[in-house]
T-cell receptor, first 113, second 113 residues
Framework: ETGVTQSPTHLIKTRGQQVTLRCSSQ?????VSWYQQALGQGPQFIFQ???????GRGNFPPRFSGLQFPNYSSELNVNALELDDSALYLC????????????FGPGTRLTVL | AQSVAQPEDQVNVAEGNPLTVKCTYSVSGNPYLFWYVQYPNRGLQFLLK??????LVKGSYGFEAEFNKSQTSFHLKKPSALVSDSALYFCAVRASGNTPLVFGKGTRLSVIA
């Protein structure tokens, strides 16, 4: 059974650019949630995808968008990057929209200059 | 809206001594409570959760937590700390239904040999 994987590990972008982060869910999981963890803070919920549909969204602007594919892997896209977008981005997979059984990936560290 | 407070940014404890990491929460209705641990350059690892039932919850690696409804607390405990327990610990809460986790800011535990 493979765990949750994320790519890339690290990424450096400049303000105004766009970025795509990727997440492969754990085998058998059809739900992926994305979180932003700023330095010194706890993770903040961005959105969740279940069977390729958005299933809830946190307090993030529309320039944060996502996709889920038929194999349940997922992408997080951020447009018009701002300095405050610098953070560790975590994805978590779970079965059937289960909030209580989430398995987290190692994260992607995004730095915006 | 739900919220979590972890009043201590840092907890230092000697190896072999008991440890406590504090957490208080605010949520409408019955709380679903969680503890996660994060090691450097790693994602979050699930330790334990309280959904219902016995107020004392036992989790991974010898950790336990006690749910106290009157004090709205869910403190993490371990009878004998190990140096390898040194990490960042997050408490999280969610309300019932299709609601996401809300995390605290985290407490850095340092166990000194």
């Amino acid at each position: 059974e493979t765990g949750v994987t994320q790519s890339p590990t690290h990424l450096i972008k400049t303000r105004g650019q766009q970025v795509t982060l990727r997440c492969s869910s754990q085998s058998g999981h059809n739900t992926v949630s994305w979180y932003q963890q700023a330095l010194g803070q706890g993770p903040q919920f961005i959105f969740q995808y279940y069977r390729e549909e958005e299933n809830g969204r946190g307090n993030f602007p529309p320039r944060f968008s996502g996709l889920q594919f038929p194999n349940y892997s997922s992408e997080l896209n951020v447009n018009a990057l701002e300095l405050d977008d610098s953070a560790l981005y975590l994805c978590a997979s779970s079965p059937e929209r289960a909030w209580d059984t989430q398995y987290f990936g190692p994260g992607t560290r995004l730095t915006v200059l | 809206a739900q919220s979590v407070a972890q009043p201590e940014d840092q907890v230092n404890v000697a190896e072999g001594n008991p440890l406590t990491v504090k957490c208080t929460y605010s949520v409408s209705g019955n709380p679903y409570l969680f503890w996660y641990v994060q090691y450097p350059n790693r994602g979050l690892q699930f330790l334990l959760k309280y959904i219902t039932g016995d107020n004392l919850v036992k989790g991974s690696y010898g950790f336990e937590a006690e749910f106290n409804k009157s004090q709205t607390s869910f403190h993490l405990k371990k009878p004998s700390a190990l140096v390898s327990d040194s990490a960042l610990y997050f408490c999280a809460v969610r309300a019932s239904g299709n609601t996401p986790l809300v995390f605290g800011k985290g407490t850095r535990l340092s166990v000194i040999a």
